[in-house]
Each structure stands twice: as structure tokens, then as C-alpha cells.
């Protein structure tokens, strides 16, 4: 899994990011966390739809397109939930809900990801 940031007209909006990449790393996600840090999130592609099926905390999503344009932004995803992101959503970056100023990302930002 590598770490990587997401930035938004210089401005970075999450500083820390795991990427799940294999098919493992997907399918487990943030199952067996209790929590995340504030200013970190998973991004998880390709995936189009999530669930939060035994999480531990609520989640605030951003499904982003292949060319990393938000699609959709929902919030305060608490557990035992299902979200689709929509026929454009190509992956899905999950933060803690709560944290993330609700100005701060906005469906058809261009997000930028950046080496840690």
C-alpha cells in the first residue's frame, strides 16, 4: 500500500492517504480500524460503490472520476450503510466524518495527488 496526499488548488486537503491497490487491500478497506486520524483517508480504486458493514465510525466520502474529478461528496455515512458514487466514480476516498470542512471539496473539483 503506498501513501500519497490530496491536494486541491495548492491547498491539501488530506495530507495522509493510503492507497488500496490490490484486490485484498480493497476488499478490506478500513474494516478493523476503530478510527482514523484527522488529515488521513484511504483512497480505494477502482471501486464505484462502497459499504460500511461492521465499521466502528462514520465516514464522509469522496468518489472521484479517472481523471481525479469529484463526482459526488456524501457525509456522515455511518455504519451498516451502502453508497453507490455514481456511473463516473472510477475510486472513493473515505476520511473520519467530521473533520473535513464541508467547503473545502465540492463535486467537479479536480483533486491532485501527490508523493508523500
Known amino acids: 500500500m503506498r501513501l500519497t496526499r490530496v491536494s486541491r488548488d495548492d491547498a491539501v486537503l488530506i495530507s495522509r492517504v493510503e492507497i488500496a491497490e490490490s484486490v485484498a487491500e480493497r476488499m478490506r478497506g478500513l474494516l478493523g480500524r476503530s478510527a482514523l486520524d484527522q488529515g488521513s483517508g484511504m483512497l480505494i480504486a477502482p471501486c464505484r460503490s462502497i459499504h460500511t458493514w461492521c465499521m466502528q465510525f462514520s465516514l464522509d466520502l469522496i468518489f472521484v472520476s479517472s481523471d481525479?474529478?469529484?463526482?459526488?461528496?456524501?457525509?456522515?455515512?455511518?455504519?451498516?450503510?451502502?453508497?453507490?458514487g455514481g456511473r463516473d466514480a472510477w475510486g472513493v476516498i473515505e476520511v473520519e466524518h467530521g473533520w473535513l470542512d464541508e467547503a473545502a471539496v465540492r463535486a467537479g473539483d479536480r483533486l491532485i495527488f501527490q508523493d508523500s
Open 68 to 84: 481525479l474529478h469529484v463526482t459526488r461528496v456524501v457525509r456522515d455515512v455511518r455504519p451498516f450503510r451502502a453508497v453507490l
